[in-house]
């Protein structure tokens, strides 16, 4: 039974106005759905945004870095955003798919292991954020003819190509493979939910949702413990996912800084607050940073 859970559509912040300064949107020929999202929230809140290339984040790093530097929101693709926290002088978080903390609501075997050492099939994921999409690998067999015989579907057959291409100690998640009914993503922004949308393209309708009391538990866990480090994340994502057996398992966790956004997601403000807490929450830790490398010298 799916207990019902409250989604917050006002969170509040731990800074006095919750939103950026101005919006860095990443400029595309299709803007994406996280991009219309946060543009319709600036319009709306009459916030400055800025349509900003990559190429341009590079070209002028010092104008860039002054409005990050100001409290100016980056808003892209990961590698628009790995590109903003150069330019900001930001270290990039470490990856949170398997936090310590959500360990126990996995459901099933997980390990990191150099890529050149997995045999046998095995979903796998790289453990830096966005290598490759995880996949299903057939790592045992011949990947010519694996590939041929169309064991492989088009996304998976790109991500594989990524993958051989990767040095063989280069590490990633292996995990036992496991069916879902469906599968839901709940962001999450100061442990409270401020919206869930289901995201499998090809679940079944009748589906069941989520036992949110395993979703409260996992805030819970991830708000005493977060992902391992010193600091918790204030802004991230749980993906769950129902085993045919009806248990309610972690798919991932995804951090914030990058974060897509589901149809059936938060609303635009919410979505914009979401990001706009992570973003500050790494630039305040990027500062705390530069003063200890100061008093080091």
């Known amino acids: ?3 019902a859970l409250p989604i917050s559509s006002t969170p509040t912040l731990s800074t006095p106005a919750g ?5 860095l949107c990443q400029r595309l020929s299709n803007p994406s759905s996280e991009a219309r999202a946060v543009r319709q929230a600036g319009l709306m809140l009459d916030l400055p945004v800025q349509m900003v290339g990559i190429d341009q984040l590079v070209d002028q790093p010092a104008f860039f870095k002054g409005m990050l530097a100001s409290g100016a929101l980056p808003v892209g693709s990961v590698e628009f955003l790995r590109t903003a926290m150069e330019v900001a002088g ?9 936090p310590p903390a959500l360990r126990p609501f996995l459901g099933r075997w997980l390990q ?5 050492r997995v045999q046998g099939t095995w979903f796998v994921k790289p453990t830096q954020t966005k290598l490759f999409t995880g996949f299903v690998w057939h790592a045992s067999r011949d990947q010519m003819a694996a ?3 169309g064991i492989y579907g088009e996304h998976d057959a790109e991500q594989l190509r990524v993958l051989q291409a990767l040095p063989p100690e280069t590490p990633v998640w292996v995990a036992e493979p496991v069916h879902f009914l469906c599968e839901w993503r709940y962001y999450v922004l100061e442990h409270q939910v401020i919206g869930a949308a289901r995201y499998d393209a090809d679940g079944l309708d009748a589906a069941p949702e989520p036992d ?9 866990a991830m708000q005493r413990k977060g992902r391992g480090e010193c600091v918790q994340p204030t802004a991230y994502a749980l993906d769950l996912g129902v085993l045919p057996n009806g248990q309610t398992v972690l ?3 995804n951090d914030a800084w990058a974060l897509g956004l589901y149809g059936g997601g938060p609303a635009p403000r919410p979505y914009l607050t979401m990001l706009t807490a992570r973003w500050s ?5 990027g500062a705390a940073d530069c003063e200890e490398a100061r008093r080091a010298a």
């Open 147 to 149: 590939a041929e015989s």
């Open 281 to 285: 929450q790494l630039m305040r830790l």
């Open 212 to 220: 949110t009391h395993v979703l409260k538990a996992a805030i819970a």
């Open 1 to 3: 039974m799916t207990a």
């Open 90 to 98: 930001i270290r990039e978080p470490e990856p949170m798919s398997y």
């Open 19 to 23: 939103l950026p300064s101005a919006i």
């Open 251 to 253: 798919v991932e966790a």
């Open 112 to 116: 990191s292991m150099p890529v050149g």
